[in-house]
Protein backbone atom coordinates (compact mmCIF):
# COMPACT_ATOMS: atom_id res chain seq x y z
CA UNK A 1 0.00 0.00 0.00
CA UNK A 2 2.94 2.16 0.85
CA UNK A 3 4.57 2.03 -2.50
CA UNK A 4 1.20 2.38 -4.09
CA UNK A 5 0.86 5.65 -2.54
CA UNK A 6 4.56 6.62 -3.29
CA UNK A 7 3.73 6.15 -7.05
CA UNK A 8 0.60 8.02 -6.89
CA UNK A 9 1.80 10.92 -4.71
CA UNK A 10 4.90 11.19 -6.61
CA UNK A 11 6.52 15.05 -7.70
CA UNK A 12 5.13 14.62 -11.54
CA UNK A 13 1.98 13.20 -10.12
CA UNK A 14 1.18 15.77 -7.71
CA UNK A 15 2.48 18.66 -10.58
CA UNK A 16 0.09 17.33 -13.08
CA UNK A 17 -2.82 17.05 -10.38
CA UNK A 18 -2.10 20.68 -8.86
CA UNK A 19 -2.30 21.73 -12.38
CA UNK A 20 -5.29 20.21 -13.65
CA UNK A 21 -6.90 21.19 -10.18
CA UNK A 22 -5.83 25.09 -11.38
CA UNK A 23 -7.03 24.89 -14.89
CA UNK A 24 -10.82 23.77 -14.00
CA UNK A 25 -10.45 26.76 -10.80
CA UNK A 26 -9.49 29.02 -13.51
CA UNK A 27 -12.00 27.56 -16.40
CA UNK A 28 -14.92 28.03 -13.36
CA UNK A 29 -13.97 31.11 -12.06
CA UNK A 30 -11.48 32.90 -14.23
CA UNK A 31 -14.37 34.68 -16.46
CA UNK A 32 -14.92 37.11 -13.18
CA UNK A 33 -12.32 38.72 -12.89
CA UNK A 34 -12.41 39.60 -16.74
CA UNK A 35 -13.96 42.98 -18.08
CA UNK A 36 -14.64 41.40 -21.48
CA UNK A 37 -16.79 38.34 -22.63
CA UNK A 38 -16.40 35.99 -25.38
CA UNK A 39 -18.58 37.78 -27.84
CA UNK A 40 -18.25 41.62 -26.95
CA UNK A 41 -15.75 43.29 -30.47
CA UNK A 42 -13.03 45.81 -29.34
CA UNK A 43 -12.53 47.60 -32.39
CA UNK A 44 -10.17 49.79 -30.96
CA UNK A 45 -7.64 47.10 -30.40
CA UNK A 46 -8.11 44.77 -33.31
CA UNK A 47 -5.68 41.54 -33.54
CA UNK A 48 -3.76 43.47 -30.05
CA UNK A 49 -1.06 41.61 -28.55
CA UNK A 50 -0.78 39.75 -25.50
CA UNK A 51 -0.12 42.12 -21.88
CA UNK A 52 -0.95 42.46 -18.83
CA UNK A 53 -0.61 46.45 -18.83
CA UNK A 54 -3.60 46.66 -20.48
CA UNK A 55 -7.60 45.25 -20.13
CA UNK A 56 -7.04 41.91 -22.77
CA UNK A 57 -4.24 40.02 -20.98
CA UNK A 58 -4.27 37.47 -23.83
CA UNK A 59 -4.29 39.90 -26.49
CA UNK A 60 -7.88 39.90 -29.07
CA UNK A 61 -8.41 37.92 -32.28
CA UNK A 62 -8.83 39.97 -35.87
CA UNK A 63 -12.18 40.37 -34.39
CA UNK A 64 -11.39 42.64 -31.16
CA UNK A 65 -12.52 39.67 -29.03
CA UNK A 66 -11.14 38.77 -25.69
CA UNK A 67 -8.79 36.19 -26.09
CA UNK A 68 -8.11 35.72 -22.69
CA UNK A 69 -12.54 35.12 -22.15
CA UNK A 70 -12.39 32.96 -24.87
CA UNK A 71 -9.39 30.35 -23.81
CA UNK A 72 -11.41 30.20 -20.40
CA UNK A 73 -14.51 29.82 -22.57
CA UNK A 74 -12.82 26.87 -24.62
CA UNK A 75 -11.39 25.24 -21.79
CA UNK A 76 -14.76 24.94 -20.12
CA UNK A 77 -16.17 23.25 -22.90
CA UNK A 78 -13.27 21.10 -23.76
CA UNK A 79 -13.36 19.76 -19.89
CA UNK A 80 -17.39 19.69 -19.93
CA UNK A 81 -17.34 17.66 -22.86
CA UNK A 82 -14.37 15.61 -22.29
CA UNK A 83 -15.89 14.82 -18.40
CA UNK A 84 -19.81 14.11 -19.47
CA UNK A 85 -18.41 11.92 -22.77
CA UNK A 86 -16.13 10.16 -20.58
CA UNK A 87 -19.20 9.44 -17.87
CA UNK A 88 -21.49 8.31 -20.80
CA UNK A 89 -18.50 5.81 -22.41
CA UNK A 90 -18.05 4.56 -18.49
CA UNK A 91 -21.80 3.57 -17.75
CA UNK A 92 -21.89 2.09 -20.99
CA UNK A 93 -18.65 -0.10 -20.80
CA UNK A 94 -19.67 -1.13 -17.43
CA UNK A 95 -23.19 -2.46 -18.30
CA UNK A 96 -22.04 -4.10 -21.69
CA UNK A 97 -18.65 -5.39 -20.70
CA UNK A 98 -19.58 -6.92 -17.14
CA UNK A 99 -22.75 -8.77 -18.96
CA UNK A 100 -20.97 -9.77 -21.36
CA UNK A 101 -18.22 -11.17 -18.84
CA UNK A 102 -20.81 -12.63 -16.49
CA UNK A 103 -22.96 -14.27 -18.92
CA UNK A 104 -20.13 -16.24 -20.92
CA UNK A 105 -20.83 -18.47 -23.18
CA UNK A 106 -22.52 -17.83 -26.17
CA UNK A 107 -23.78 -14.52 -25.56
CA UNK A 108 -20.42 -13.15 -24.42
CA UNK A 109 -19.22 -14.56 -27.78
CA UNK A 110 -21.41 -12.67 -29.57
CA UNK A 111 -20.67 -9.46 -27.70
CA UNK A 112 -17.18 -9.44 -28.16
CA UNK A 113 -17.43 -10.02 -31.84
CA UNK A 114 -19.91 -6.87 -31.74
CA UNK A 115 -16.94 -4.87 -29.78
CA UNK A 116 -14.69 -5.66 -32.40
CA UNK A 117 -16.51 -5.10 -35.32
CA UNK A 118 -17.53 -1.63 -34.03
CA UNK A 119 -13.63 -1.36 -33.00
CA UNK A 120 -12.56 -2.15 -36.73
CA UNK A 121 -14.73 0.86 -38.07
CA UNK A 122 -13.64 4.38 -38.58
CA UNK A 123 -14.75 5.78 -35.53
CA UNK A 124 -14.21 9.48 -36.65
CA UNK A 125 -16.37 8.92 -39.70
CA UNK A 126 -18.63 7.61 -37.63
CA UNK A 127 -19.09 10.33 -35.01
CA UNK A 128 -18.33 12.81 -38.08
CA UNK A 129 -21.76 11.15 -40.19
CA UNK A 130 -23.77 11.44 -36.93
CA UNK A 131 -22.82 15.00 -36.12
CA UNK A 132 -23.64 15.92 -39.64
CA UNK A 133 -27.21 14.23 -39.78
CA UNK A 134 -28.24 15.38 -36.37
CA UNK A 135 -26.56 18.48 -35.80
CA UNK A 136 -23.49 19.74 -34.11
CA UNK A 137 -24.58 20.90 -30.90
CA UNK A 138 -22.59 20.54 -27.61
CA UNK A 139 -24.91 17.86 -25.99
CA UNK A 140 -25.04 15.89 -29.20
CA UNK A 141 -21.44 16.48 -29.64
CA UNK A 142 -20.99 14.01 -26.16
CA UNK A 143 -23.29 12.18 -26.26
CA UNK A 144 -21.73 10.78 -30.08
CA UNK A 145 -18.32 10.86 -28.85
CA UNK A 146 -19.45 8.69 -25.53
CA UNK A 147 -20.95 6.54 -27.93
CA UNK A 148 -18.06 5.51 -29.43
CA UNK A 149 -15.81 5.73 -26.21
CA UNK A 150 -16.87 2.80 -24.43
CA UNK A 151 -15.50 0.28 -26.57
CA UNK A 152 -11.94 0.03 -24.61
CA UNK A 153 -13.91 0.34 -21.49
CA UNK A 154 -16.22 -2.67 -22.19
CA UNK A 155 -13.15 -4.79 -23.02
CA UNK A 156 -11.80 -4.35 -19.60
CA UNK A 157 -14.37 -4.53 -17.36
CA UNK A 158 -15.14 -7.65 -19.61
CA UNK A 159 -11.88 -8.80 -18.83
CA UNK A 160 -11.75 -8.10 -15.12
CA UNK A 161 -15.33 -9.60 -14.85
CA UNK A 162 -13.89 -12.77 -16.03
CA UNK A 163 -11.90 -13.00 -13.35
CA UNK A 164 -14.39 -11.70 -10.49
CA UNK A 165 -17.21 -14.57 -11.43
CA UNK A 166 -14.84 -17.23 -10.35
CA UNK A 167 -14.33 -16.34 -7.09
CA UNK A 168 -15.76 -17.69 -4.21
CA UNK A 169 -18.10 -14.98 -3.01
CA UNK A 170 -20.02 -14.54 -6.70
CA UNK A 171 -20.65 -18.79 -6.48
CA UNK A 172 -22.20 -18.16 -3.09
CA UNK A 173 -24.31 -15.11 -4.05
CA UNK A 174 -25.72 -17.62 -6.93
CA UNK A 175 -25.77 -20.76 -4.60
CA UNK A 176 -28.09 -18.23 -2.60
CA UNK A 177 -30.77 -17.88 -5.44
CA UNK A 178 -29.75 -14.21 -6.36
CA UNK A 179 -31.03 -12.77 -9.61
CA UNK A 180 -28.31 -12.08 -12.45
CA UNK A 181 -28.73 -8.30 -12.49
CA UNK A 182 -28.40 -8.38 -8.32
CA UNK A 183 -25.05 -10.53 -8.37
CA UNK A 184 -23.91 -7.90 -11.38
CA UNK A 185 -24.68 -4.47 -9.93
CA UNK A 186 -23.87 -5.80 -5.88
CA UNK A 187 -20.81 -8.46 -6.04
CA UNK A 188 -19.18 -7.73 -9.73
CA UNK A 189 -19.13 -4.07 -10.66
CA UNK A 190 -18.27 -2.58 -6.98
CA UNK A 191 -15.11 -4.80 -7.42
CA UNK A 192 -14.32 -3.11 -10.69
CA UNK A 193 -14.55 0.54 -9.71
CA UNK A 194 -10.70 0.44 -9.22
CA UNK A 195 -9.36 -0.62 -13.15
CA UNK A 196 -12.57 1.35 -13.76
CA UNK A 197 -11.44 4.60 -11.92
CA UNK A 198 -8.01 4.24 -13.69
CA UNK A 199 -8.89 3.41 -16.57
CA UNK A 200 -11.35 6.38 -17.09
CA UNK A 201 -8.88 8.81 -15.73
CA UNK A 202 -6.96 8.09 -19.32
CA UNK A 203 -10.16 8.01 -21.20
CA UNK A 204 -10.84 11.93 -20.46
CA UNK A 205 -7.58 13.15 -22.47
CA UNK A 206 -8.48 11.18 -24.82
CA UNK A 207 -12.01 12.31 -25.49
CA UNK A 208 -11.05 15.96 -24.91
CA UNK A 209 -7.76 15.39 -27.88
CA UNK A 210 -11.06 13.72 -30.01
CA UNK A 211 -13.71 16.91 -29.13
CA UNK A 212 -10.86 19.48 -29.96
CA UNK A 213 -10.00 17.16 -33.16
CA UNK A 214 -13.69 17.60 -35.05
CA UNK A 215 -14.07 21.67 -33.45
CA UNK A 216 -10.83 21.98 -35.69
CA UNK A 217 -12.29 20.24 -38.69
CA UNK A 218 -15.67 22.94 -37.92
CA UNK A 219 -18.06 19.45 -36.68
CA UNK A 220 -17.83 20.41 -33.12
CA UNK A 221 -18.60 23.29 -30.89
CA UNK A 222 -20.23 25.98 -32.88
CA UNK A 223 -20.05 29.90 -32.80
CA UNK A 224 -21.15 31.98 -30.11
CA UNK A 225 -19.65 29.52 -27.97
CA UNK A 226 -15.85 28.07 -28.46
CA UNK A 227 -13.55 25.29 -27.51
CA UNK A 228 -9.81 24.65 -27.26
CA UNK A 229 -10.47 23.18 -30.89
CA UNK A 230 -12.37 26.02 -32.59
CA UNK A 231 -9.53 28.61 -31.41
CA UNK A 232 -6.96 26.63 -32.73
CA UNK A 233 -8.44 26.24 -35.50
CA UNK A 234 -8.78 30.10 -35.84
CA UNK A 235 -5.30 30.77 -34.69
CA UNK A 236 -4.00 28.17 -37.35
CA UNK A 237 -5.29 30.83 -40.21
CA UNK A 238 -3.78 34.07 -37.89
CA UNK A 239 0.05 32.37 -37.63
CA UNK A 240 1.69 34.53 -39.70
CA UNK A 241 0.60 37.75 -38.53
CA UNK A 242 -0.92 37.22 -34.66
CA UNK A 243 0.99 33.56 -33.79
CA UNK A 244 -0.70 34.23 -30.23
CA UNK A 245 -4.18 33.54 -31.36
CA UNK A 246 -2.89 29.75 -31.95
CA UNK A 247 -0.12 29.26 -29.61
CA UNK A 248 -1.88 30.51 -26.15
CA UNK A 249 -5.21 28.08 -26.56
CA UNK A 250 -2.57 25.32 -28.28
CA UNK A 251 -0.25 25.59 -25.68
CA UNK A 252 -3.47 25.12 -22.73
CA UNK A 253 -4.76 22.23 -24.80
CA UNK A 254 -0.96 20.79 -24.35
CA UNK A 255 -0.31 21.25 -20.88
CA UNK A 256 -4.10 19.88 -19.97
CA UNK A 257 -3.84 16.53 -22.17
CA UNK A 258 -0.24 16.21 -21.10
CA UNK A 259 -0.96 16.45 -17.19
CA UNK A 260 -3.82 14.20 -17.67
CA UNK A 261 -2.01 11.51 -19.19
CA UNK A 262 0.44 11.56 -16.62
CA UNK A 263 -2.03 11.18 -13.41
CA UNK A 264 -3.90 8.51 -15.76
CA UNK A 265 -0.42 6.87 -16.16
CA UNK A 266 0.66 6.59 -11.97
CA UNK A 267 -2.63 5.37 -11.43
CA UNK A 268 -2.39 2.87 -13.77
CA UNK A 269 1.40 2.30 -12.51
CA UNK A 270 -0.11 1.72 -8.79
CA UNK A 271 -3.09 -0.17 -9.92
CA UNK A 272 -0.40 -2.97 -11.85
CA UNK A 273 1.66 -2.68 -8.49
CA UNK A 274 -1.02 -3.60 -6.79
CA UNK A 275 -2.62 -6.09 -8.73
CA UNK A 276 1.23 -7.76 -8.48
CA UNK A 277 1.52 -8.21 -5.16
CA UNK A 278 -2.21 -9.56 -4.49
CA UNK A 279 -0.48 -12.41 -7.30
Do not use: K
Not at 104 to 127: A, K, N, Q, W, Y
Not at 200 to 212: C, N, R
Not at 253 to 279: F, I, K, Q, Y
Amino acid sequence: MSGRLRRVSSPPAIVAGAIVAASVLLALIGPWFSPHDIQTLDWTSVAAPPGFGGSHWFGTDRLGRDLYARTLEGLRTSLGVGLAASVVSVVVGIAYGAAAGFLGGRTDRLMIRFIEVLSGLPLVFFVIFLTVIFGRGRYFLLVAIGAVGWLTMARIVRGQTLSIRRREYIEAAVASGAGTLRIIFRHVVPNLMGPVIVYATLTVPQIILFESFLSFLGLGVQEPHASLGTLIAEGAGEMEGADWILWIPGTVLAVLLMCLNVMGDRLRDALDVHERSRS
